[in-house]
């Protein structure tokens, strides 16, 4: 069973940064880690999730929302089944529970989330 754990969130002021983990496991063979797309999704009180970033497998396209573009940035160490995300600049809107998603063809694997606040 594929199991996703983030960690990393905290309350930091606005401007500041937080770098996001996600380690993955159970992952079988052939099936490993680098063949899936991941995800980096978030849930303000009150909103729907909104996808934040995403990276295609192995070390592929990145892609990220128009809300963090140009101060976020996923990145993923294969060798170590790990997703990240780099968060500079923050802002208080940025605040939400940031959740890990792992992606290959109709396999959806979900983290529990991690809490970002923002602010001063």
């Known amino acids: 069973q594929v199991q996703l754990v983030e960690s990393g969130g905290d309350l930091v002021q606005p401007g500041g940064s937080l770098k996001l983990s996600c380690v993955g496991s159970g992952f079988r063979f052939g099936l490993s880690f680098s063949s899936y797309a991941m995800r980096w999704y978030r849930q303000a009180p009150g909103k729907e999730r909104e996808l934040v970033a995403h990276?295609?497998?192995?070390?592929?396209?990145?892609s990220y929302s128009d809300s963090v573009k140009d101060r976020f940035i996923i990145s993923r160490d294969n060798a170590e089944n790990t997703v990240y995300l780099q968060m500079n600049s923050l802002k208080p809107e940025d605040t939400a529970v940031y959740y890990c998603?792992?992606?290959?063809?109709?396999?959806?694997?979900w983290g529990q989330g991690t809490q970002v606040t923002v602010s001063s």
């Open positions: 990276i295609s497998p192995p070390d592929g396209l990145r």
């Open positions: 998603n792992a992606v290959m063809g109709r396999a959806d694997y």
